[in-house]
């Protein structure tokens, strides 16, 4: 078969083999699509088909064809990314910034010492640091990875359970959204390349200066237009993030967090989300499920997995407890916050994949968080339904 025969023959697997797998086993009221997406991406890798199959895994997913579906995983990035950066809204949160900042500090401090610690535990083993980390780099980001919270699938799952549009739903995004502007910031911390520094630091000069002509052009510009500049801003801050050490999808989210979500309409922005988690983001997925790896022998990380995800999910729950206990919660409201927090899928995601980037991470220890992302993914809404009835009746 040709390139594009082969090409097309990837993009039928990507789009057929997830929707079908869900829709057989019904799991829309335990997990969203994406989840299932991932588990695809997974088993289409070379940690699974690939063993099982390797001149089929071969045939299929060749050099030429990868590359070509890695270029469109990084534009759906971009785009998802941005649309998370652009969903803040700090100034909600500085409104409520007494709530808000001890919920998202426990929240995110808790997971991310306990992730801390068991990377300073995984160190004493070959194999699961990356060939480049500073030994600082891989347990900040270990520790980070076990803190993220996913606000986009975190919005998908709050439709889901018919909240997003109440006070509680708005509160719960506070808390992920003050937690996504942390995370972002510790792995531009964690990505600083003291070879480049002058690019970085003059990167961040130059942006602060052009994202106010940026806002303020915006300002002015008809709503019809608005879409074509912001695109452009993306673009243009992911290549110089990208060019300077930091990677693009730093520049991604720097760029959606400088703009208003009211300069586009709502319903665009919800569609526009819905439409690339539908035509783009399951190529990234595919792409992602490609890099998973067993180097390190399957059972070892499994139980590297099954770790990272009492870590995450453990401190997660004790962080929301501790807030909920200073902040006067019932304990259904702590539950059902805490699950709903744990939710990371696509932001840890797109994390790792940055780590393994930059081989702060090997790739036995990205197949582990993989799986810790999406085992605690799984986990939350199941967990947080009960807990919301419970608020509910009382």
């Known amino acids: 078969m040709s390139t594009s025969e082969v090409f097309l023959l990837a993009m039928i697997i990507i789009f057929s083999v997830p929707y079908l ?10 997990a969203p699509l994406v989840v299932v997406q991932i588990l695809a991406g997974i088993a289409l890798g070379p940690g699974v088909l690939g063993a099982a199959f390797p ?20 534009w759906a990035v971009m785009l998802f990314v941005w649309i998370a950066g652009l969903e803040l809204d700090l100034r909600a949160t500085w409104r409520r910034r007494r709530e808000t900042g001890v919920t998202a500090a426990l929240a995110l ?20 640091m990356g060939a480049q980390a500073q030994p600082w780099q891989f347990v900040a980001g ?16 709050l439709e889901n359970l018919g909240i997003l549009r109440q006070p509680l739903g708005q509160r719960i995004l506070r808390y992920a959204s003050l937690d996504d502007v942390a995370i972002w910031g510790v792995l531009a911390v964690i990505l600083m390349d003291w070879q ?11 942006f602060a200066l052009a994202a106010l002509a940026c806002r303020a052009l915006m300002r002015r510009w008809a709503a019809r237009d608005r879409w074509h500049l912001a695109l452009t801003w993306l673009l243009l801050v992911a290549f110089a993030a990208d060019w300077c050490g930091l990677h693009f999808m730093v520049g991604a989210f720097l760029a959606g967090a400088t703009l208003e979500a009211e300069w586009f309409a709502r319903k665009d922005l919800d569609q526009l989300r819905h439409l690339l988690l539908l035509v ?24 590297v997995a099954a770790l990272l995800l009492l870590a995450s999910v453990g401190g997660k729950l004790l962080g929301v407890h ?35 980037d930059r081989r702060i991470i090997s790739e036995a220890t990205f197949t582990a968080l993989l799986l810790m992302a999406v085992g605690s993914t799984v986990l939350s809404v199941p967990m947080a339904r009960p807990a919301l009835r419970q608020l509910d009746s009382g």
Do not use: Y
């Open 142 to 157: 270990i520790g980070m990875a076990c803190a993220v919270t996913a606000l986009p699938i975190l919005i998908l799952f």
């Open 196 to 206: 480049r520094v002058g690019r970085q630091l003059a990167f961040l000069l130059v």
């Open 21 to 30: 797998a869900w829709r057989a086993v019904a799991a829309d009221d335990m």
């Open 322 to 356: 501790l807030a909920g206990r200073m902040l006067g919660w019932s304990a259904a409201e702590a539950r059902l916050i805490g699950w709903l927090l744990q939710t990371k899928a696509l932001i840890m995601i797109l994390f790792v994949n940055v780590l393994l």
């Open 55 to 74: 001149e089929l895994h071969a045939l299929v997913f060749r050099p030429l064809v990868v590359q070509a579906l890695t270029g469109i995983a990084w």
């Open 109 to 128: 401090g808790v997971p991310l010492l306990a992730g801390a610690l068991l990377a300073v535990l995984l160190m004493r083993w070959p194999g699961w």
């Open 280 to 303: 783009l983001m399951p190529v990234f997925f595919l792409s992602t499920g490609l890099r998973t790896q067993w180097g390190v022998g399957g059972l070892s990380v499994l139980g």
